[in-house]
Antibody
Framework: QLQLQESGPGLVKPSETLSLTCSVS??????????WGWIRQPPGKGLEWIGS???????YYNPSLKSRVTLSVDTPNNQFSLKLNSVSAADTAVYYC???????????WGLGTLVTAS | QSALTQPPSASGSPGQSVTISCTGT?????????VSWYQQLPGKAPKLMIY???KRPSGVPDRFSGSKSGNTASLTVSGLQAEDEADYYC???????????FGTGTKVTVL
């Protein structure tokens, strides 16, 4: 069964870049079955889809974040990454990575990692 | 795109049923049969409970069911159990390669 694990700094200064990596085990990131997604949840608030990437490098972004987000895939290390630039306090959230069936559903989720912009 | 609208809370006694609505527009919920539902227990990651409006992933009890009429999707939990107490979020594909817009979330309380 697929397992995902987020990693990265828990504290980012305002105006700097948030960088997170999601390591995939139990399956290949080159699989044609899934896209690979990022979702975030501010403390006490709801879920927000950030974007998804296919193993080929095709990317799909939330329009509200598109100008600040970059997703990438690292096939040799079986992981994918999120970069969000020019962060502010509003970007403080738990960030989750997940497998994505291309809009049909987010199947497997990581445990999430809290990133504070302060 | 705007968040889908869910009631903030819903409740029921053990054994009863509770239904949560998820209202969107003719551009998202009404346009595609790509509505999914997630259960989030306190302090945990969300879990996929329903996808493509009515389908259940392996391992999800058949007490959970989904439906859609027009621009509104619904999740019904039958035979409520204490372990069903959680936040529930709907989501829909919106077209134009925008994969997910989420609902505002509903807290389900088992009385």
């Amino acid at each position: 069964q697929l397992q995902l694990q987020e990693s990265g700094p828990g504290l980012v200064k305002p105006s700097e870049t948030l960088s997170l990596t999601c390591s995939v085990s139990g399956g290949s990131i080159s699989s044609t079955t899934y896209y690979w997604g990022w979702i975030r949840q501010p403390p006490g608030k709801g879920l927000e889809w950030i974007g998804s990437i296919y193993y080929s490098g095709s990317t799909y972004y939330n329009p509200s974040l598109k100008s600040r987000v970059t997703l990438s895939v690292d096939t040799p290390n079986n992981q994918f990454s999120l970069k969000l630039n020019s962060v502010s306090a509003a970007d403080t959230a738990v960030y989750y990575c997940a497998t994505d069936s291309g809009g049909y559903g987010l199947d497997y989720w990581g445990l999430g990692t809290l990133v504070t912009a302060s | 795109q705007s968040a889908l609208t869910q009631p903030p809370s819903a409740s029921g006694s053990p054994g009863q049923s509770v239904t949560i609505s998820c209202t969107g527009t003719s551009s998202d919920v009404g346009a595609y049969n790509f509505v999914s539902w997630y259960q989030q227990l306190p302090g945990k990651a969300p879990k996929l409970m329903i996808y493509e409006v009515t389908k259940r992933p392996s391992g999800v009890p058949d007490r959970f069911s989904g439906s859609k009429s027009g621009n509104t999707a619904s999740l019904t939990v039958s035979g409520l159990q204490a372990e069903d107490e959680a936040d529930y979020y709907c989501s829909s594909y919106t077209g134009n390669n925008i994969f997910y817009v989420f609902g505002t979330g509903t807290k389900v309380t088992v009385l």
